[in-house]
């Protein structure tokens, strides 16, 4: 039996897709958001819209977020900080972290839940391959107990607002491998953190998309 309805973080990248594409299996009505952070793979969001419009959401809201430009040393918002091309680092955050990026994300997703009584966030965070801080479970029970704690709708109604996370300790692979049972086009995702079309292939981004697709058995040719 499929749960009622869902608010899907949609980036554009392999992870959300495969997310929503389970959405699609698991939930009645899907909503998507997705952010304009001054992220430079903004090219990402045109990716998202055309995700959205195949798995036929209810509505996909596009929401930005300009303080991040504003914010140094990372190398997504920042123009002065480059993409690495070698490995990220297994011991801390790498360059790529945008501070409290999911905090921020989820929060903005907690004020669309309550506002449209959806009682499922679903985010694509996994754990196993970079050490980010906000792709925790603890992070993501932190979070849905602030969300829960602050709404209106759970007040109102003592039902709770779930943060879906499925994805929390899989590896990269993993999710491909559900992707390709499930049917998602990934040859209509974007994962490079530069932001170049084609996708420049060398940033640990695309070589750890294309390491997971073939590892699938996906081929994008």
Known sequence: MKRSKILVLLSGGMDSATLLWLAKMEFEEIYALSFDYGQRHKVELKYAKE???LVGVKEHFIVGIPHYRAIKGNALTDEGVEVP??????????????????LTFLAIAGAFADAYEIPYIGIGVHALDVPYPDCRPEFIASVEAAINAGSVYVAKTKNRIHIYAPFLGMSKTDIAKLGVKLGVPYEKTYSCYRGTEPPCGECPTCRQREEALKAAGYSLK
């Open 51 to 53: 995700l959205a419009k």
């Open 85 to 102: 091309s070698e490995e990220y680092p297994e011991d801390e955050p790498p360059i790529t972290t945008v501070p409290m990026r999911n």
